[in-house]
């Protein structure tokens, strides 16, 4: 039977912390030298998946309608900024109380010097990147430059299958890599009872932001959230199945357009364009990781102005990373460093921590597209006219996805 990544993720921790036990100096050595090149490889790639994710994003997105896309998009900025926020504000009440046992610095490759150091350096850097990305995509959707656009959105296809293929099975090695290590310094005991909590504490979160949205969405749109909430939580178990927003994208639009009072347009609309822009539960669990992870590996918390910077960044770069499991981890790593300062344990540690809850993170998202479709359906659900232009193409997509399914 093919295990899950979840179940690779608690074996290669596993067997990290065996290897840090009971290894002997070679092993340790040699999960040093995993650590040291497994964490260039994956740094090496992170520009790559700013730009492929934000480029081919903003390439598919400029081409589509006007004040619908913009409103939904807006809309679904403003949930994951806030969501952050609160989540950071909660984490710096909470952690240093439960951090405490733990807030000694982690240092990575203190025991033993790995077999080889080989420097890969990224090709540009994360802002870079970013900057990068708008240029082209803006560039690629104006005129009739189909070349540049197709050639953007191969891009991203291609890096999404190196995600897929090469990294995300790659992190479950990296993972028991950073623990041998953790292990084989002292440093096991505190940093897991540290993790015990704060992944309940990202849980309880989650949970009170979805009664957050859900509540506001029924005091702005007038109608019965449950109504809603009730119809999207089968796509919620699937999201936590699958670990990936555009694989659940089929149910949770299939569910949308069971709700009475959603128009059907705003739905094909707005659940597929949620499952690639709207991420509030993963941002969430990224920022309380960073902050944990910061005190963790640091000694203190980070400043609130470089949190809040991180913040706005973050809700740029995850745009189009949300499909990919692991892919919101992965996109944020380049900030992380460049932004907090993290280096490979710290960058391990907040792996292990999202690639965990990755599932809960991802259900939380896909049922929050809920409540956006319920606020966008309150102002443009009755502008039929206006629907039939604007929302064509994800008709079609919706159509297309239908007879898939039968």
């Known amino acids: 039977m093919k295990l899950g990544l979840i179940p690779k993720l608690l074996i290669g921790l596993g067997a990290g912390i065996l290897i840090g036990f009971f290894g002997p100096e ?13 964490g260039n490889l994956i ?57 405490l046992e733990a807030s000694q610095a982690v240092e990575a490759a203190t025991i033993g010097a790995p077999f080889v150091e080989l420097d ?5 850097g994360i802002i870079s990147a970013l900057v990068l990305a708008i240029v082209v995509g803006m560039a690629s959707s104006w005129g009739e430059a189909k070349i540049l656009s197709g050639a953007v959105i191969e891009f991203r296809n291609m890096i999404e299958r190196v995600i897929k293929s090469f990294i995300v099975p790659a992190i479950p090695f990296f993972i028991a890599c950073i623990f041998a290590g953790l292990t084989a310094k002292g440093e096991l005991f505190g940093t897991m009872s540290v993790f015990g909590k704060m992944l309940v504490l990202i849980l309880l979160l989650q949970a009170v932001w979805l009664i957050t949205e859900y509540t506001i969405a029924g005091i702005v749109s007038k109608q019965n959230p449950f109504t809603m909430f009730k119809a999207m939580l089968p796509a919620y178990f699937t999201a936590m199945g699958t670990m990936s927003s555009a694989v659940t994208m089929t149910v949770s639009l299939k569910q949308a357009r069971t709700v009475p009072y959603i128009n059907k347009k705003i739905a094909d609309f707005v659940m597929p364009l949620c499952a690639n822009v709207h991420l509030s539960g993963a941002a969430m669990t ?32 995850e745009v189009g990373a949300v499909g990919v499991p692991g892919g919101s981890a992965l996109a944020a790593i380049g900030i992380l ?68 399914r039968l």
Do not use: H
């Open 26 to 38: 070679w092993m340790i050595r040699l999960t040093e030298t995993g650590n040291v090149l497994l």
């Open 43 to 99: 740094k090496f790639f992170i520009p790559l998946i700013i730009f492929a994710f934000v480029a081919a994003s903003i390439t598919e997105f400029s081409s589509k309608a006007g004040r619908l896309l913009s409103f939904t998009i807006g809309i679904s900025y403003i949930d994951t900024i806030l969501a952050c926020m609160f989540g950071a504000a909660v984490a710096y009440l909470v952690v240093p109380g439960f951090a």
């Open 120 to 124: 890969i350096p990224p090709i540009m």
């Open 286 to 317: 990224l920022t309380i990781s960073a902050i944990t992870v910061s005190l963790l590996t640091q000694g203190g918390l980070p400043p609130v102005g470089l949190i809040i910077s991180f913040i706005i960044i973050l809700g740029v770069i």
């Open 337 to 404: 460093q460049s932004t907090l300062g993290f280096n490979e344990a710290a960058i391990g540690l907040m792996l292990a921590l999202f690639m965990i809850q990755d599932s809960f993170g991802t259900a939380t998202n896909i049922a929050g597209d809920g409540a956006i479709a319920m606020i966008v359906n309150r102002f443009f659900g009755k502008e039929d006219e206006e629907l039939e232009q604007e929302t064509a193409p994800e008709n079609e997509v919706a159509l297309n996805i239908e007879d898939a």
